[in-house]
């Protein structure tokens, strides 16, 4: 899977076939590993959220 941000808002695409994979992921981590992903958070002063890592 590919996170990215757009001016939309968090983007989230199949890697393989590109197709969206999910219209409102939630957030596009900057950083992940096993345990989480971090991402910044536009809506609260640029602050950092983070989010469990699923699968």
């Not at 199949?14 to 950083?31: E, F, I, L």
């Not at 992940?32 to 991402?39: F, Q």
């Not at 602050?47 to 469990?52: D, K, Q, T």
């Amino acid at each position: 899977m590919v996170y990215g941000p757009t001016d939309n808002g968090p983007l989230l695409l199949d890697a393989k076939s590109g197709a969206d994979r999910s219209t409102s992921p939630g957030a596009a981590p900057v950083a992940v590993n096993e345990y989480t992903g971090a991402a910044l958070d536009r809506t609260k002063r640029n602050g950092l959220i983070a989010h469990p890592a699923a699968g």
